[in-house]
Every structure is written in C-alpha cells, then in structure tokens.
C-alpha cells in the first residue's frame, strides 16, 4: 500500500480485494492510486452485493486519525482553491449518513471558514425537517436534513425575505451561494442528483460543487452528470482524489449473494473473544465544551470549530490520563497457543501501545477530533487507530485479500426510530488493540450499550482497557450558539434564595440549604389509590401531586428504631467511605448538592464526616430532579452564580435500576445545550449502589438503610418535591412542603446522631476501604438493570418503571404506590423485617425467589386502576393485574 493512504503501515502486498475480485470476476480499475484506497467486501444487499471498503474513510478499516482527516481536509482545501478564497467563505458543506459525516466535517476545515451540516436517520424531536432525500443501493435509505439555522440551505442566513434581521441569537451567516455535497464514493451519482434536484427545487443556486474520495462512475454516469447541470442551469463541478470504475460480470448480484450465504453458514455471527478474560470498562469525563454540537446533525460553525479546537487538547489529555492509569487485566494463560500473528491478543496491566478510538455510526467527526489530538498528546509512546460502528451488514471473511476480516455484531443502543437492529464493529475482533476508546453521544449512552451482549461487553472480549467517553448529544433551542468570544449569559433580575431550617425543614440552618420553594399551604396530598390511576393512566405525572404522608404504627417505629442501632454502623462506614472518596476524586473543598429528599440526609452526614474527620465545613443544598422531567434548572443557575460547577458533586442515598442516574446526565448535557453554565459534572455519589449504576459509592451491598424506612418523618419534615405548571415559573424552584405538624413524630435529628455517633469506631475500617476502592476499577455495570428487564418480562409487566430493586425502592413502593408484590431474596435476612410488615399491613404478598441480585424488589400494580384494591383499599393478593372490570387480565 502506498504511504499517503496508509502511512508507515505499506506492508501488505496482498491487495485487500483480491478475494471478491477472484471468486466474482469483480474488477477495479483507475489511477495508480486506487487499490490504495479501497478494497472489496460482500454484503447482504438486494440491490447491490459488493461493497467499497475505503483504507481512508474510517469507517470499516481502522486508520491513523491523522490520514482520515488529512484525506478530508485536503479535499476541502482543493475546493477553496477552485473556488476562491471569497467563495469558499460563502460555501455551505453537506455531507451524507452515516459514512460520510466526518468526511464531509473534514472536507468542511479544509475550507475554513465555511459551515456544516450532515444528512441524518436521526429524527429529533422539536426539529423541523427541512428537506430529506433518498439513497438508491443503501440498505437504509432515507436521509433527514435538520439544521438549527433553516436558512443555512436556502442561500443565505440573518435576514428574511422583508429585509428584517434575525433576532434569535443564531450567528448570521454569509449567502451560500455554492452548495458542497460530499460522499465517500461517487458511483452512479443518484444520491448527490437526488439531494441537488430536492433541494434545487426550493432554493435555485448557481453552483454545486461535488466531493466524493473516489470518482467509480461508468462514462453513462458521467454524461448524465453533464447532462442534469444543463437542465437545472447550474454549474456543477466534482473533486475527488481517486478516479476509475468497476466492472461486475453478468449475474454477480445473485452470486454474490450465494457466496454471503455459504460463508455466514461457516463462520460466527460475531467474532469470539480472543482475550482470556473481559476487559474493564471505564467512563472518562470529557468535559465537552458547553453549547458546541456533538457533530453537524444540527448545522457546525466557525465558531463551533474555533471553540472545539481549543479544547481538544485536554480532552485527550484527559483520555490519556485514563490510558495511563487502566486497571490491569487477567494476563493471559501461559498454557494457552498464542494467536496468529495478525491477531494478536492485547497484553494486560502495561501502558497501552496500540489503541483504537472508535466512533458511533453517525458520529465520526468527534471521536475522530478526538483521536487526532489523542494522536499528538501521546505522540510515539502509542500507535492510535480510529473507525466507528456501523449500521450496515458485511460479510467478514479472515482472510488477507479480503477488506473486512473481522465482525462484532451487538445491538442498536440510540433507540432508532425505524426499531431494534443489530450493529457491528468491524476488524476491531483480533487486530490487536491494547485499549479502546469508545465514543458515543448521549442518546446512545443507554442501558443496552451497557447490556451483557452489547457493544461495550462485545469490546471487552478483544482489548486490554475499554474506556467510554460520552459526548452531549446537541439539541436545537432558543439559545445563542457559542462564538469564539462567549456571549454574557442573561439571568433573572434576582434569583430565589434556598430555604433553611428551623422556618423550612428541622434541619439547623447550616446543614443545608433546600433549593426549593415552600408549599407549605398548598393542598397536593392525594389517596394513594388515585395517584396511581391517574400516573399509569397518562392523565397526571407522579410530580404534580404528593401521596399522603405515612403515619408508621408503633410496631413499625420500633422496628426503624432496632434496626438503626443494628445497621448505625454499616451505615457510619459507607457514609465515610463515599465522603473520603469524594474529597480524594473532588478536591478538598466539594459543594454536596443532595436529590431531595432521599439524598438530602445522607448529604448531611457526609457533610458531618467532612467536618468530624477533617475540619471542613462544606457547602451543602438539596435539589429537585423529577423522572421525565429532568433537573430544577433555576436551581442550576443558582448554584453556578454561587460557585464553581466543577466542585458540585450531586448526592443521593442509594441506586436501583439507575433511571434517575441517567436522568441526571440528560439533564445536565439538555441544560448546557439550552445555554445554561457549563462545568456540572453529572455523577452521582451514592450511599449504597446495589444496581452498579454508579463510580462513587460507599457499598455496593443491597442492606436496609433506616431513612429508607420513612418518608418526611427522617427527612427534615420535607414532602417530596413538586414540580406543576401551575405552581412553579421558569424562574422558580421546584415546590415542597415543610409538614410542621409531624414534629412530635420526627426523627431526622436522632437518625443523624446515632450514625454519626459511630464515626469514629469505623474510621480505620473506612481508611482501608477507601484506599482499596480508590485502587479498583468503579465503572459502572448496571448489572441490576438486565434483572429489572427480566423481571419486568417474567411477571408480565412490560414496563420497568413498575419495576423497582432494593430495599429503599421496595420501601417507598410500599409506602408511597399501589404495590402488587414483593420478591424477596431467599435468606435475606433482618433487613427485610420492615418491607414484611409494611406487606403484611397492606396485603401485598412476598414471594421467595432464589436467583436476585437484589435483597428485595417490589412491584407496583400494573395496569393499576382503583379496580386492582379491595373495598378495604388493601392491593389485590394473587397472580394477575385487575383492570376497572374486575377480570384478570391474560398473561400479565
């Protein structure tokens, strides 16, 4: 292979599609250049069965970064060039999904000045479309345009057709009067005419310019090219780096498509693991510069590209700070045959040699940024590869004249709009790698990327380190896209102030500060039985009203009074080893921002810990967060006026399944997207992590902790939070009450002090375990969310929001929802005698099972109308959800 497509790697004399080209007679001719760029692999296609595998794209083949935006970039600067320094600034690029959108970002710098934006399968809500067309041999064909700015594709920017300027905060942009399309193979030109005829017919331009790596049309091709710039009256012009065809023999589809099958009936579905044991996965915190786009789904300016380039330099570092510190893995067996030599298995617990950035189907462009800097920041202490899942099928066959030699299939983790599919990932399985660093945005950071099948596990199999870095998925809005000078952030005139105790809460005053407005008399109670039948019916969200607050038996206040003096300990311990590895990770000076009302007291415990063990008085406020509804974002602006974001650190008591875990980090990327201050770091400090949802805990053991056993009454007298139209403005915190006359039944004072009592009995027990978590590997493994699904599905559920693992949501089941059952771990012991005596008082059933993660899971009625309670008010006891016509329904 030449050095400009593949750099020192122009080894093989084996051309990459001599496979196809011997079995099929398909044949590649064209400049001296081409086999350099591409290669031939087979595909499950009906309309086309051979596939152009690009050496430079990054998409298939992992290439050095550098060469992938090297190919791009001097394309773009061919175009400037052709058209002027003047024209090119006027230019508008557009490139196509999925293979093409770093290309055409690329293409985009090497013009400099010129915006972007890249066609998507991704619809977005809110966005309006505005134009779309469709790609003919694809097996996925239909293109989305939904840029931020419409204007950016109607030939100019800033003003409309009256003359009156646009006041939205979007940057003007100059007249496009050239459109830049680009592709990574021109091969019969239908999808570029398809896109110019689309779009010509509502915004005539005089010039298109025509970008592709490679030119592979027949001279038919060619003529009607000529031919439709003639018809449309403009003048198109094509640049490209490699030019020639390709001859396919009579009947090669159906050949082709003969020979996929027989090879998918020999080899795997998906490459098997070729590491002795699974790589550990760690997230690594980017810190992505606020209010700049993931990619050019949305439009990418100047302005985006002067304030990325500026941060790059640290992100990598961040990235190779990770690479550096990687836990080490299993080491291979000594007793186990060595792989071939061109499918070395990566060693384990030394510095990363070879590592793969790979990036996420329609985003390339950011993990190939990325890569690039992570290029320069390790410079020759490590070779860097990049390319990126895709969602097209292709043949994989080891073989060294063959372009896809390896396949790792796993499932879609966006939740694509046209449903569930496979993905893949190709020749990452066996070429080596000693780490990979995978790169998605945050709609796709979801529970299947993290799933035992999925993508993360899938690399795991065939690295030494894998590391996640999430980038914020971007989402049009109101607010101004950043310049390369910020524009001053507009606040409210004077923003609420937090309420403090005795006046809102028992808590004293300088425990912490509630990020709340009082409701304190504002009627939100309702019968519990109501809630639930307007939250699963639609008709209201579980936030606009309160249950009514539980008044515990005497039988149940003496069983949270035994089992605080049983479990103060283990409590006292987790809370030290969450605080000291806060201040370890954090600094010595953390703002604890609790999610009321369940973080709330374990915040001030760990508030307590700070100043017991170490003399520091930290800042400390509760929050609202809402499910479906996202973070108080009044509140966020509050806290950034009054300190660093960076020193936030968001607190709560304990994990389940991780919905509020993800709900936090949607929340903090939507309100950096919508203009808010930059900085939040999104994770999330636990007492307990039964769900394995987060890297800051104190246990990951699932065991009673006491305020779980109560509502207001061990919470500073607080309800939960509110959050209504009606009730709360844009500039208001989310609600809560303050229950005053519940004093003579409080208990959060003496819940704090017995805990903090035992401080001093488990310090050294506490300095051992912080240095030991410290030392381990923390990623999150969501291991509970695959138990909920299975659960949600065994017991005919179909909705993991009924779902809820551990002993704290179980409790809250029983204490705030309908529930339907209880599914108790077999021998679980004392820390379940409150959730069967909440049962027993109710009449929900427990049910022994043998194989849970968790000490307890409850579920809530499914289906829940006021029909599924008996006249006593008491859940329905037996096997099957009750609808309003009283019969069972079949199944669920």
């Known amino acids: 292979m030449s050095e400009r497509a593949t750099g020192e790697e122009a080894v093989d004399v084996v051309w990459s599609g001599d496979w196809v080209a011997e079995r099929l007679g398909i044949a590649l001719e064209g400049d001296g250049e081409l086999r350099d760029l591409l290669g031939l692999a087979l595909r499950r296609n009906p309309k086309r069965a051979h596939l152009l595998v690009s050496t430079v794209l990054g998409k298939h083949v992992p290439q050095r970064p550098s060469i992938v935006h090297g190919a791009g970039y001097e394309l773009g600067e061919r175009v400037r060039a052709l058209l002027g320094p003047q024209e090119a600034r006027r230019a508008v690029v557009l490139g196509y999904a999925e293979t093409a959108t770093g290309l055409g970002h690329a293409v985009a710098d090497g013009l400099r000045d ?22 003919s041999h694809s097996h996925a064909t239909s293109h989305l345009l939904l840029p931020e700015d419409r204007d950016l594709l109607a030939g100019g920017s800033g003003a409309d057709a009256s003359g009156v300027p646009d006041v939205s905060g979007v940057p003007d942009l100059p007249d496009a009067s050239t459109l830049v399309l680009v592709d990574d193979e021109f091969s019969t030109g239908n999808t570029v005419l398809n896109t110019i005829r689309a779009l010509h017919a509502l915004h005539p331009r005089e010039r298109y310019v025509i970008v592709a790596l490679v030119d592979m049309r027949s001279a038919g091709d060619r003529d009607r090219l000529t031919a ?71 439009g990418f300016t100047p302005a985006h590209r002067a304030a990325l380039e500026a941060a790059l330099p640290a992100m990598a570092d961040r990235i190779a700070a990770a690479l550096d510190s990687g836990t080490p893995g299993a080491a291979p067996d000594s007793g186990t045959p060595g792989p071939a030599p061109d499918s070395g298995a990566p060693g384990r617990g030394r510095t990363p040699r070879r590592v793969l950035v790979l990036g996420f189907e329609e985003l390339m462009y950011a993990p190939l940024r990325l890569g690039t800097a992570l290029e320069e920041a390790l410079g020759a202490d490590a070779e860097v590869r990049y390319s990126t899942t895709t969602r097209s099928p292709v043949l994989a066959v080891d073989d060294p004249g063959y372009a896809i030699r390896t396949r790792l299939v796993f499932p879609a983790h966006d939740d694509p709009a046209d449903g569930p599919g496979d993905r893949y990932a190709y020749n990452v399985a066996g070429a080596g790698f000693d780490a990979v660093v995978a790169v998605v945005d945050s ?15 899938r690399l795991a199999e065939h690295t030494g380190q894998v590391l996640l870095a999430v980038v914020p998925s971007y989402v049009p809005g109101p ?62 969200h579980y936030a606009e009203s309160l249950p009514v607050e539980y008044q515990p038996s005497p039988a149940y206040q003496a069983l949270f009074t035994a089992a605080l003096e049983t479990s103060a300990a283990r409590i006292a311990r987790a809370v030290g080893t969450v605080t000291e590895t806060v201040l370890a990770e954090r600094g010595p000076r953390p703002v604890l921002v609790s999610l009321a009302r369940a973080g709330t007291p374990v915040g001030v415990l760990m508030r307590r810990w700070a100043q017991h063990r170490h003399g520091l008085d930290l800042p400390h406020y509760a929050i609202s967060i809402v499910r479906g509804r996202g973070i108080d974002a009044t509140a966020l602006r509050w806290l950034a006026a009054h300190h660093d974001p960076a020193d936030v650190v968001f607190v709560d008591g304990w994990t389940g399944k991780g919905a509020i875990t993800r709900e936090l980090a949607e929340a903090i990327d939507a309100f950096e997207a919508s203009g808010g201050p930059a ?15 987060v890297r800051t805990f104190g246990t ?28 709360v403005g844009p500039n208001d915190f989310h609600g809560g009450k303050f229950y005053r006359e519940l004093a003579a039944s409080d208990v959060s004072g003496h819940f704090l002090d017995t805990v903090a009592a035992r401080f ?45 693992p551990g002993v704290g949501e179980t409790t809250r089941v029983l204490l705030r929802r309908v529930p339907w059952k209880i599914l108790a771990r077999r021998g679980a012991g004392a820390d379940l005698e409150h959730i069967r005596l909440l049962a027993e008082q109710r009449g929900v059933p427990v049910e022994e099972v043998g194989d849970l993660p968790y000490s307890c899971v409850g579920l809530i009625h499914p289906r829940f109308t006021r029909g599924a309670t008996g006249a006593d008010g008491k859940a329905v006891a037996g096997g099957s959800p009750v609808p309003a016509d009283g019969e069972a329904v079949e199944g669920a």
Do not use: M
């Open 114 to 135: 010129a915006p972007y934006l890249h066609s998507t399968r991704r619809p977005v809500a809110g966005v309006e479309q505005a134009g779309g067309f469709e790609e």
């Open 228 to 298: 439709f710039a003639t018809e449309i009256g403009a003048r198109v012009d094509l640049v490209t780096r490699g030019t020639g065809t390709v001859t396919l023999p009579d009947g090669v589809l159906e050949r082709g498509q003969a020979l996929v099958a027989e090879q998918e009936a020999r080899n795997p579905v998906s490459a098997p693991p070729s590491v002795p044991a699974p790589a550990p996965v760690t997230r690594v915190e980017l810190h992505w510069p606020a209010g700049v786009p993931d990619g050019g789904r949305h």
């Open 443 to 457: 709609t796709a950071d979801t529970p299947e990327l993290h799933a035992p099948e999925g993508l993360l596990a």
């Open 479 to 540: 607010a101004p896209v950043p310049r390369t000078e910020p524009a001053p952030r507009q606040e409210p005139a004077v923003l609420p102030e937090p309420l403090r105790g005795p006046d809102f809460s028992s808590y004293a005053p300088d425990e912490v500060g509630w990020l709340l407005q009082d409701l304190s008399d504002t009627e939100l109670e309702a019968p519990t039985e109501e809630r639930e039948e307007a939250i699963q019916s639609g008709g209201a």
């Open 679 to 693: 900085g939040f770091d999104p994770a999330i400090a636990v007492l307990a992590d039964p769900g394995g949802c």
């Open 700 to 727: 990951r053991e699932d065991f009673l902790i006491p305020s779980a056993c109560l509502n207001s009454t061990v919470s500073g007298l607080i309800s939960r939070t509110v959050l209504r139209a009606d009730l």
């Open 760 to 804: 001093d009995d488990v310090a050294a027990e506490v300095d051992n375990a912080t240095k030991e978590l410290l030392a381990a590997d923390r990623a999150p493994t969501w291991e509970g969310w695959a138990a909920v699904e299975r659960i949600s599905e065994e017991y005919g559920i179909h909705d993991v929001n009924l779902v809820k």
